[in-house]
Every structure is written in C-alpha cells, then in structure tokens.
C-alpha cells in the first residue's frame, strides 16, 4: 500500500516539492521472536524509503526517516500484553523502556515528527535516519529545551 500511495501522490509532491516521511523502527533490523510479520513489513518500507531515496534526487521530492522509539500508545499497550500472555521474551525490552523512562508520550513524537516536516532543510530531511532518543538535536525541537534556551 504505501509504494502505490506514493506512486499515486507524486506528481502532487513533485509539484509542491513536497516530503515523505518513512516511520522506522529497529525492529526491522532485529529479529525477535514473535515479531516476524512486522519485523519484515517494517524490513520492506525501510528498502522503500532507501529507493525513493535514491530515485527521487532532483525531482523535487525528499524522502526522510524517523525512527520515533517506544510511543506510549493503546496499541503499544495491546502489544505488551498479548506479548506476556505468550510469554515472549522481548517484554523485558518493554519493561526495561518503561522503568528507564525511556517511552515516550505521543505529543512528543508529534513534536518531532513536525519539526522534521516543517523546520528542517531539505538536505537535513534527507541526510540520516533520524532517531527521536537521539539528544544532539533536542535542542532544536524539544519543547523542554526550547523553554530553557529562551
């Protein structure tokens, strides 16, 4: 679905120059038992950012990635537990997140999400995948350190 979305939008994004944004995750890189179906889904949007990557250079169209980490979500929570129930072993990796404060609310990645779309040059967008857990550029977007920054 999302390679004949984005085939059918792109004469539109052409003419905006507009973005796309591929929503990662580590589990396309980190094989767990129990995960298989996302885990290669997740594999195969990843393969298509890279080509629309490569293949939309000079065509206006930008193509970036954002791995937002553990979002505190209903589904998150849904996931967790049907995980426990089948007593798979990557719910330590949940409860290890949770205890090191390490999932974060959706306002957050909302946050992050925004500011790549809109505050971001078209280079920047581009350049890496981007990892909300990564620090080095809160403060250019983080509601907390913008407040203490001004």
């Keep these: 679905a999302p390679l004949f979305l984005t085939q059918r939008l792109l004469p539109n994004l052409q003419a905006s120059k507009g973005r796309i944004l591929h929503l990662g ?3 396309a890189f980190n094989a767990q038992i129990g995960t298989a179906t996302y885990g290669v889904t997740k594999m195969a ?9 490569v293949e939309l250079v000079g065509s206006g169209v930008h193509a970036g990635s954002v791995s937002p ?5 209903e589904g998150l929570w849904n996931h967790v537990q049907l995980a426990r ?4 072993p990557h ?7 949770q ?8 306002d957050l990645a909302a946050e992050f999400i925004l500011f790549l779309l809109q505050k971001t040059s078209d ?5 890496q995948e981007w990892k909300l857990n990564d620090k080095s550029h809160w403060n250019l977007w983080h509601p907390d350190m913008k407040k203490s920054n001004s």
Excluded at 99 to 106: D, F, N, T
Aim: hydrophobic share 30%; net charge negative; charged share 30%.
């Design 25 to 27: 995750t580590g589990v």
């Design 45 to 53: 949007f990843h393969r298509l950012y890279e080509q629309l990557k």
């Design 69 to 73: 980490g553990v979002v505190d979500t």
């Design 85 to 88: 129930d089948q007593q798979l």
């Design 91 to 97: 719910v330590a990796y949940f409860d290890q997140a």
């Design 99 to 106: 205890k090191e404060g390490q999932i974060r609310h959706p």
């Design 123 to 127: 280079e920047e967008f581009s350049k």
